[in-house]
């Protein structure tokens, strides 16, 4: 039946071909075919395929020529062999040769790495055409490869890095002279282009204050002053942040005493980690933290300067008056781990400091990527009350009151130690969680085989058959259900078990009537921020949307299509989780109905942490009295999934609350309220 349908669609579409004659009649060429062995559309590289081209009808010559959309994706020879060259998506075109309006394309995909051919020939010229400079100024080059499909990776060379060093094409001369600087393409050092660059001797700097003759700021100086003083300092460059376009951001050390840079000029004032500078710049802060901005005045001194960290066991590491004398500043100590949870953006875990909770700080403003990523993949490996020490520096953040956060910067920073095989399966139970209770209308819930961070496998046992332990499916009978789940855990041979108590809701057969819809379709449109106006902040505050308006509390909460929501339609609800019960997000209905069901759609905002808990909360008066449903929704997703929840008879009114998670955001979207 399909080769039937194909060879219509082909006689169609011939139609109004011109025809080619055979034994000296006409004959209308009706279209072609192209076949592979088993029908074959996917290859991985270095895979071969026969492909077949029929001209129908198959009376007539059956000469085609063959090509392809895409050569560094797959080549075609001359009958029909397609050879895969690297990863992508190819068309392989039959032409016929007698009439080259008849063609036909067999689609091929490519597994494996994108083909690129080899380099062969490179190019490089300097930023309008600058080839002369003074020291302390940057010339910036360009590398061209050819062929442009080629890799465009380099190697850049210098031939006297005691004149001038160079960086991703930044060349930063060091003293007067000449260098010439090579650059080729990775793993080609035959391929080569060089460019000559001359430096002059630097002109002698002007500055705004005597910095030479101005005497060194004191810590307490640094932190007392008022925004715009003049500070000087000395010190060695401890640490430097990931670099933003031209500017750098480090700490230097002065002994114990610490001070931070912000925005430096990395071209003009080029900053190396562990060498010493006298620093020259003006007082700010940002958040409570104290910060050197618009630095003028930056020499490199001959000095042996050395970071001297401060122990802080038996100081009060949550006190601002106390670790104000440290910001900036290198401390260690000994703490013991109390809560972690770890994303892929920045983040705070606590630890305990002799009895005191100290917030430790992971951010990517101050580390790069790699050791950033190193800092999590070990936090995630360790439990709650695991004892470690670390170095790290004092930052502080303030939305009113200052906070002392110690900022860690390097993995090896913080050391917990030898981490046994039972300790990783401990820390991984306490990682793995699924949902307590399934809803009438949830049919499968997810049973993790792994959990992030270790190389752990996970299998699972059932008590009860409504809920299988291989594929998660559930089977909802006429009476509520509880059933047992035993996870075992596995890693290096060893196993652990945890167990979850797990309610199976009754399944309801009833059809059921949306009496309130809010899916902010209504929503006045967003501000710069991506917030729409109805409700553009946390705040708590009153809003009348939906279908039909009804007036809705949000606390915590906010209406917003900003990048990293998530939403259906034109917005969304953003909602974030607080430490107390009166502060943290609730949606919720002000105007009494007759509620049965509660269903809406939710997911974890942007790259935020996983495991946010939400339930269902409803009154049977006017909201004097509230009742928390057993149905506690864990969100360990980041794509939006649909919940609902039944209630008892007689519900008024209906909230949604986030219940665990400080500070993790979620996207809540086409609530619905049914009877």
Same mark, same amino acid.
């Given at each position: %039946?399909?080769?039937?349908?194909?060879?219509?669609? %082909?006689?169609?579409?011939?139609?109004?071909?011109?025809?080619?004659?055979?034994?000296?009649?006409?004959?209308?060429?009706?279209?072609?075919?192209?076949?592979?062995?088993?029908?074959?559309?996917?290859?991985?590289?270095?895979?071969?395929?026969?492909?077949?081209?029929?001209?129908?009808?198959?009376?007539?010559?059956?000469?085609?020529?063959?090509?392809?959309?895409?050569?560094?994706?797959?080549?075609?020879?001359?009958?029909?062999?397609?050879?895969?060259?690297?990863? &992508?998506?190819?068309?392989?075109? =039959?032409?016929?040769?007698?009439?080259?309006?008849?063609?036909?394309?067999?689609?091929?995909?490519?597994?494996?790495?994108?083909?690129?051919?080899?380099?062969?020939?490179?190019?490089?010229?300097?930023?309008?055409?600058?080839?002369?400079?003074?020291? &302390?100024?940057?010339?910036?080059?360009?590398?061209?490869?050819?062929?442009?499909?080629?890799?465009?990776?380099?190697?850049?060379?210098?031939?006297?890095?005691?004149?001038?060093?160079?960086? !991703?094409?930044?060349?930063?001369?060091? /003293?007067? &002279?000449?260098?010439?600087?090579?650059?080729?393409?990775?793993?080609?050092?035959?391929?080569?282009?060089?460019?000559?660059?001359?430096?002059?001797?630097?002109?002698?700097?002007?500055?705004?204050?005597?910095?030479?003759? %101005?005497?060194?700021?004191?810590?307490?100086?640094?932190?007392?002053?008022?925004?715009?003083?003049?500070?000087?300092?000395?010190?060695?460059?401890?640490?430097?942040?990931?670099? $933003?376009?031209?500017?750098?951001?480090?700490?230097?050390?002065?002994?114990?005493?610490?001070?931070?840079?912000?925005?430096? #000029?990395?071209?003009?004032?080029?900053?190396?980690?562990? $060498?010493?500078?006298?620093?020259?710049?003006?007082?700010?802060?940002?958040?409570?933290?104290?910060?050197?901005?618009?630095?003028?005045?930056?020499?490199?001194?001959?000095?042996?300067?050395?970071?001297?960290?401060?122990?802080?066991?038996?100081?009060?590491?949550?006190?601002?008056?106390? %670790?104000?004398?440290?910001?900036?500043?290198?401390?260690?100590? *000994?703490?013991?781990?109390?809560?972690?949870?770890?994303?892929?953006?920045?983040?705070?875990?606590?630890?305990?400091?002799?009895?005191?909770?100290?917030?430790? !700080?992971?951010?990517?403003?101050?580390?790069?990527?790699?050791?950033? @990523?190193?800092?999590?993949?070990?936090? /995630?490996?360790?439990?709650?009350?695991?004892?470690?020490?670390?170095?790290?520096?004092?930052?502080?953040?303030?939305?009113?009151?200052?906070?002392?956060?110690?900022?860690?910067?390097?993995?090896?920073?913080?050391?917990?130690?030898?981490?046994?095989?039972?300790?990783?399966?401990?820390?991984?139970?306490?990682?793995?969680?699924?949902?307590? =209770?399934?809803?009438?209308?949830?049919?499968?819930?997810?049973?993790?085989?792994?959990?992030?961070?270790?190389?752990?496998?996970?299998?699972?046992?059932?008590?009860?058959?409504?809920?299988?332990?291989?594929?998660?499916?559930?089977?909802?009978?006429?009476?509520?259900?509880?059933? *047992?789940?035993?996870?075992?855990?596995?890693? @290096?041979?060893?196993?652990?078990?945890?167990?979850?108590?797990?309610?199976?809701?009754?399944?309801?057969?009833?059809?059921?009537?949306?009496?309130?819809?809010?899916?902010?379709?209504?929503?006045?449109?967003? @501000?710069?921020?991506?917030?729409?106006?109805?409700?553009?902040?946390?705040?708590? &505050?009153?809003?009348?949307?939906?279908?039909?308006?009804?007036?809705?509390?949000? !606390? @915590?909460?906010?209406? =917003?299509?900003? *990048?990293?929501?998530?939403?259906?339609?034109?917005?969304?609800?953003? =909602? /974030?989780?607080?430490?107390?019960?009166?502060?943290?997000?609730?949606?919720?209905?002000?105007?009494?109905?007759?509620?049965?069901?509660?269903?809406?759609?939710?997911?974890?905002?942007?790259?935020?942490?996983?495991?946010?808990?939400?339930?269902?909360?409803?009154?049977?008066?006017?909201?004097?009295?509230?009742?928390?449903?057993? #149905?506690?929704?864990?969100?360990?997703?980041?794509?939006?999934?649909?919940? !609902?929840?039944?209630?008892?008879?007689?519900?008024?009114?209906?909230?949604?609350?986030?219940?665990?998670?400080?500070?993790?955001?979620?996207?809540?979207?086409?609530?619905?309220?049914?009877?």
């Amino acid at each position: %039946m399909k080769k039937l349908i194909l060879f219509i669609w %082909m006689l169609l579409a011939a139609i109004t071909l011109v025809s080619c004659t055979t034994d000296g009649e006409p004959i209308q060429v009706l279209g072609m075919e192209i076949t592979s062995n088993e029908n074959v559309h996917s290859l991985n590289v270095g895979e071969t395929l026969q492909l077949n081209a029929k001209v129908y009808p198959t009376i007539i010559d059956q000469t085609v020529t063959w090509s392809t959309s895409d050569e560094y994706v797959a080549k075609v020879s001359a009958n029909g062999l397609v050879t895969a060259i690297g990863g &992508g998506n190819v068309e392989i075109t =039959a032409t016929y040769v007698a009439l080259n309006t008849v063609k036909q394309k067999y689609l091929i995909t490519v597994e494996g790495d994108e083909y690129k051919p080899a380099p062969e020939s490179i190019s490089v010229s300097a930023k309008n055409n600058v080839t002369t400079c003074k020291v &302390g100024e940057t010339i910036r080059l360009t590398a061209t490869v050819l062929p442009e499909e080629a890799s465009q990776k380099v190697t850049w060379v210098s031939s006297d890095e005691a004149i001038a060093t160079v960086n !991703r094409g930044i060349v930063k001369p060091l /003293q007067e &002279g000449e260098v010439e600087i090579s650059v080729y393409p990775e793993g080609y050092e035959n391929v080569v282009a060089t460019i000559k660059l001359t430096f002059e001797k630097a002109d002698e700097p002007t500055y705004s204050r005597d910095w030479a003759n %101005m005497e060194y700021t004191t810590h307490e100086e640094y932190m007392s002053c008022e925004d715009g003083t003049p500070i000087k300092v000395k010190g060695l460059v401890t640490h430097m942040s990931p670099s $933003k376009n031209s500017n750098v951001n480090y700490f230097v050390q002065n002994g114990s005493e610490g001070f931070y840079i912000y925005s430096q #000029n990395n071209d003009t004032m080029p900053v190396e980690a562990g $060498k010493v500078y006298e620093i020259g710049g003006l007082k700010k802060t940002y958040r409570g933290l104290s910060e050197i901005t618009e630095v003028e005045y930056f020499k490199v001194i001959d000095e042996d300067i050395q970071c001297e960290p401060t122990n802080v066991n038996g100081l009060n590491v949550a006190s601002q008056e106390v %670790m104000g004398a440290y910001q900036c500043s290198y401390i260690t100590g *000994t703490a013991i781990l109390k809560s972690v949870t770890t994303s892929t953006k920045s983040y705070n875990f606590l630890a305990t400091v002799d009895g005191v909770e100290a917030t430790f !700080r992971v951010d990517t403003t101050y580390s790069e990527e790699e050791e950033f @990523n190193a800092i999590s993949s070990l936090l /995630q490996i360790v439990s709650p009350g695991k004892e470690f020490e670390f170095t790290s520096v004092v930052i502080a953040y303030s939305t009113g009151e200052i906070i002392p956060q110690l900022l860690i910067l390097e993995a090896k920073d913080i050391d917990f130690g030898e981490i046994s095989t039972d300790d990783l399966l401990t820390s991984a139970a306490e990682k793995l969680d699924i949902t307590p =209770a399934v809803g009438f209308a949830v049919d499968t819930i997810e049973l993790p085989t792994t959990i992030a961070g270790f190389d752990a496998t996970v299998t699972w046992d059932s008590d009860n058959e409504q809920i299988n332990p291989t594929t998660g499916a559930v089977t909802h009978t006429d009476a509520p259900a509880t059933v *047992t789940l035993v996870a075992t855990i596995e890693i @290096n041979g060893k196993t652990l078990q945890k167990e979850f108590v797990v309610t199976v809701e009754a399944k309801d057969e009833k059809v059921y009537e949306v009496v309130a819809t809010l899916d902010l379709e209504d929503a006045l449109p967003a @501000n710069s921020w991506g917030n729409s106006e109805t409700k553009g902040s946390y705040a708590e &505050g009153i809003v009348e949307l939906g279908t039909p308006k009804h007036k809705w509390m949000l !606390r @915590n909460a906010l209406i =917003a299509a900003a *990048t990293n929501d998530k939403y259906n339609g034109t917005f969304s609800i953003r =909602a /974030q989780m607080r430490d107390t019960a009166s502060e943290t997000a609730r949606i919720e209905i002000l105007e009494a109905g007759e509620y049965n069901v509660v269903e809406f759609v939710a997911c974890i905002y942007g790259n935020d942490v996983l495991g946010a808990k939400v339930r269902i909360e409803y009154t049977f008066d006017d909201g004097t009295t509230w009742t928390a449903s057993d #149905n506690i929704i864990t969100l360990n997703n980041t794509t939006f999934e649909t919940f !609902r929840v039944k209630l008892p008879e007689g519900a008024k009114r209906v909230a949604i609350v986030l219940v665990e998670g400080c500070g993790r955001r979620v996207n809540f979207d086409d609530i619905k309220l049914m009877k």
